[in-house]
């Protein structure tokens, strides 16, 4: 058992902790949490020793094996394959001695480092080893590259490797999942899961920590908050402790008539109905737990996109790759405003590659890039922080991408993304990751773009600054094309799936849900089939029509559909007058006057008329449902 007991700890002028006390149990699995700068990772360097606390103790330690992931890596010779096994130091060291004893023929020696390394499992260390590159998406012929080969993500998930590999009681995971793509986050989630250890980790996926951890420990006003369960369950406890306390009310309410427009917009325009369901159900969850982040620093909006051609963007059989390597072949996609695409796929499988071809970044190698006449597209690739001008302040930024805009209107927006005062005149130089992704972000924003293309917007974001984009993009009218390994994220601003696999890109038939299933029941080592998900598997492909044939074909599904179409289309309209019926009557209910003692028999006439509106509602929204699926069943080249 490891005990935190009355820590106080000050870096520089800044109190990040005052008597904070907390409790680790045995083979437990904790998220830390907490906002930039609240001292996540120096309570990881008070647990590694590297750092003292000002007042308190931390019992528990001595004695115990700590692996910890470091985040920056140092120029190596080492081969990859060597270097993590690095991680099980001892083991190494041996397996160096033996090297050493066989060259000078000391075979004595030798026969006894043998007999030690078989005490120590040492024979399985180069398997155990090549598990851990392989399932973190390295290829076999990266096992004999040396480090300084590999970029800096890749240097990164190298780390991670060596972390895993050491023999520990207590792992340390700092942001783990940065730079992994969600199948190899899937993997490694297992591995954690099977992890008999201790395990404390600071991430901002809030679906990993939900799958992983059985205890959230939150940094919040300098002290240690202790919830149970994953993120998720520790939204609603901080939740019901927020709204107990009401604080910040105007703010609460404000993010949750955001949350029911969204919802009413989604239920009208939904066209995936097996998708709609969950969404459903997530989005209502996410209108409960609203007042766990009513004290959030962040809150931002996409402006409306004004003038939008439709399609916005058209690619036809377009090829895409570098040099002579095709990465991708005959790839065709039309966006029109309000796409909302999520593509999957894993790690070099050409997502990134598709997203440049898409903006114009990348030359095409075939095909045809037809834009619309108001294309303005927002990019944010996995590089944005590198162009960003370390001399120059947010202020400045922005300026540079809209000169005439007032001074004063800068402020305003960056203050949402929470730079304020003179933190928004400062040079971001010594800024942290997070605090430069969040200004990467906002100057996409602030460029007022029509289409989204988004290659991992979330990595170094913190939670409350993830939510915040989750809001803003529900909120957003133009297209969205997502590359994210944020589950969530990906579940509660998308509407559609793609799957990039095999140098082809095709719609995915299933959920999120489906997809996990489909990674995790194979191997993330391989490379997999779209015919191998559990999702399409059992789907026959009818044989293809051409010319007079499918012309007839297509008229007879047309003729055979119309009566679905037009019921739903009734069904559509009937719910969107009854929201807009209880829209009104909210509104009356809202007003001061109706809570007069003399008010009290009409107050009583609408509470009733809004419980009897909210059940036809369900009702209408549950044939809505049935009816989707029916059109689906009925089709499946539709939506």
Not at 219 to 245: N, P
Not at 310 to 329: A, F, K, N, Q
Not at 447 to 468: G, S
């Amino acid at each position: 058992m490891i005990i935190l007991e009355n820590i106080s700890l000050r870096r520089g002028s800044k109190l990040l902790m005052q008597n904070a006390s907390a409790t680790l149990q045995p083979g437990q699995k904790l998220a830390l949490i907490g906002a930039n700068g609240t001292g996540k990772s120096s309570l990881f360097s008070l647990l590694l020793g590297d750092l003292a606390s000002d007042q308190g103790h931390i019992r528990g330690m001595a004695g115990l094996r700590i692996a910890h992931m470091a985040q920056e890596l140092e120029a190596s010779d080492d081969t990859a394959l060597n270097f993590v096994m690095g991680g099980d130091a001892a083991v190494f060291k041996l397996t160096q001695e033996i090297a050493t004893a066989e060259r000078t023929e000391d075979y004595e020696r030798a026969a006894y480092l043998y007999q030690e390394l078989d005490t120590l499992d040492g024979y399985s260390a180069p398997r155990r080893a090549e598990q851990l590159l392989l399932g973190l998406g390295f290829t076999r012929a990266d096992l004999e590259s040396t480090v300084t080969d590999f970029s800096g993500g890749w240097r990164v998930r190298l780390n991670l490797a060596r972390a895993l590999m050491t023999p520990s009681d207590v792992l340390l995971l700092d942001e783990p999942t940065n730079h992994l793509d969600l199948d190899t986050m899937l993997w490694l989630q297992m591995w954690l899961l099977r992890y008999d250890g201790t395990l404390m980790m600071i991430s901002h996926d809030r679906d990993f920590i939900d799958a992983i951890c059985e205890r959230t420990l939150s940094l919040e006003q300098e002290q240690l908050f202790t919830y149970r369960g994953g993120y998720s369950a520790f939204e609603q406890q901080r939740a019901e402790r927020m709204a107990q306390q009401r604080a910040q009310f105007a703010r609460q309410q404000r993010e949750i008539e955001h949350i029911e427009d969204f919802v009413r917009r989604f239920r009208a325009k939904a066209t995936k109905a097996k998708q709609a369901q969950s969404r459903l159900k997530a989005l209502e969850r996410m209108e409960a737990v609203a007042p766990a982040h009513a004290d959030s620093p962040f809150y931002f909006q996409f402006p409306e996109p004004g003038k939008s051609s439709d399609p916005l963007l058209s690619i036809d059989e377009v090829t895409l790759g570098y040099d002579e390597e095709v990465v991708l072949r005959g790839v065709s996609l039309s966006l029109h405003p309000g796409d909302r695409i999520g593509l999957l796929g894993k790690n070099g499988a050409g997502k990134s590659t598709f997203l440049k071809g898409l903006t114009g970044a990348l030359p095409l190698l075939a095909g045809r890039r037809v834009t619309g006449a108001h294309l303005r597209i927002g990019y944010f690739d996995q590089q944005q922080l590198e162009v960003l001008d370390l001399e120059a302040s947010p202020l400045l930024h922005l300026q540079r991408l809209r000169p005439g805009v007032r001074e004063q209107a800068i402020f305003d927006f960056l203050g949402g993304f929470n730079f304020k005062g003179e933190r928004a005149k400062e040079v971001i130089g010594p800024f942290s990751g997070g605090e430069k992704a969040r200004l990467a972000l906002a100057m996409v924003v602030w460029q007022d773009p029509n289409v989204l293309i988004l290659d991992e917007p979330t990595n170094h974001l913190d939670l409350e600054m993830r939510h915040a984009l989750a809001m803003a993009l529900q909120g957003y009218t133009g297209a969205i094309v997502l590359v994210s390994h944020d589950r969530h994220l990906l579940r509660h601003v998308t509407e559609s799936l793609w799957l990039v696999d095999d140098g082809k890109i095709s719609e995915y038939p299933g959920d999120l849900a489906s997809y996990e299933q489909w990674v995790l029941s194979g191997d993330p080592t391989s490379t997999r089939e779209v015919n191998k998900s559990p999702s399409v598997k059992n789907q026959v492909k009818e044989p293809s029509l051409s010319g007079k044939g499918r012309r007839q074909s297509s008229a007879e599904e047309r003729a055979a559909l119309r009566p679905l179409q037009k019921a739903l289309q009734k069904t559509e309209r009937e719910l969107e007058g009854l929201q807009s019926k209880l829209a009104t009557l909210q509104a009356e209910l809202a007003l001061p006057e109706l809570y007069d003692e003399g008010a009290r028999d009409k107050l009583a006439e609408l509470v009733k008329s809004e419980g009897a509106l909210k059940v036809q509602i369900a009702t209408v929204e549950e044939t809505w449902m049935e009816q989707q699926e029916a059109l689906e069943s009925a089709s499946p080249h539709l939506g």
